[in-house]
């Protein structure tokens, strides 16, 4: 089993920022690719940005230049740094992993989900 616990999700005025993290534990040999993901009331869920077990990023165009994605690998942990933040940024953000377990069965993850609220 692998878990992912989020935290860092809050109330936030429109401009602001926050920094939201995500750490994995469980039977992992090796985490692939982590990403980020959120999911506004009455929409689907929608990704934000992944980044590979290299460092390559991709971000989702609506969050380009105004959110980053990092990770350290020793903690099997994610980051997502959020600036400039909109009201349109409002949702639940949930971390994934893709990993290959210490068995070598291949897997992916969920966190549970942190709420994120722009607003003034």
């Known amino acids: 089993q692998v878990q992912l616990v989020e935290s860092g999700g809050g109330l936030v005025q429109p401009g602001g920022s926050l920094r939201l993290s995500c750490a994995a534990s469980?039977?992992?040999?090796?985490?692939?690719?982590m990403g980020w993901y959120r999911q506004a009331p009455g929409k689907q869920r929608e990704l934000v940005a992944v980044?590979?077990?290299?460092?390559?990023?991709t971000y989702a165009d609506y969050v380009k230049g105004r959110f980053t994605i990092s990770r350290d690998n020793a903690k099997n942990a994610e980051y997502l740094q959020m600036n400039s933040l909109k009201p349109e940024d409002t949702a639940v953000y949930y971390c994934n992993c893709v990993y290959l377990s210490r068995v070598g069965k291949p897997g992916a993850a969920w966190g549970q989900g942190t709420l994120v609220t722009v607003s003034s």
């Open positions: 469980g039977e992992i040999l090796r985490i692939n690719v």
């Open positions: 980044i590979g077990s290299d460092g390559s990023t």
